[in-house]
């Protein structure tokens, strides 16, 4: 059974840094694109961040690119998100996911994503 569990969501005002963590269990040798993805109320859910977890340059989504880190342990069942500089438009729902066996390279889709985490929510007050 995967199971995907997140944290180190919260508030933080403009400039502020958090970082999110998350847990992964059960995930199948063959998901190997980890990904973080975020949505506000009324949005559309966006790819931010993806890392191949047998290892190469991870893919930023423009808009977080030189402010977030994507990052996994040694062990490659915790996945993170390093968030500096954070702003007022990067309040949302921040999940993290998993990919299936036959997803495009570095994919951003969420259709490509299989595996969810329940969410955390991080807030940027200006």
């Known amino acids: 059974q995967v199971q995907l569990v997140e944290s180190g969501g919260g508030s933080v005002q403009t400039g502020g840094s958090l970082r999110l963590s998350c847990a992964a269990s059960?995930?199948?040798?063959?998901?190997?694109?980890m990904a973080w993805f975020r949505q506000a109320p009324g949005k559309e859910r966006e790819g931010v961040a993806v890392?191949?977890?047998?290892?190469?340059?991870?893919r930023y989504v423009d808009s977080v690119k030189g402010r977030f880190t994507i990052s996994q342990n040694d062990a490659k069942n915790t996945l993170y998100l390093q968030m500096n500089n954070l702003k007022p438009a990067d309040t949302a729902m921040y999940y993290c996911a998993a990919a299936r066996g036959d997803s495009r390279w570095l994919t951003l889709t969420p259709g490509d994503y299989i595996y969810w985490g329940q969410g955390t929510q991080v807030t940027v007050s200006s």
């Open positions: 890392i191949y977890r047998s290892g190469s340059t991870p």
């Open positions: 059960g995930l199948p040798y063959s998901s190997q694109y």
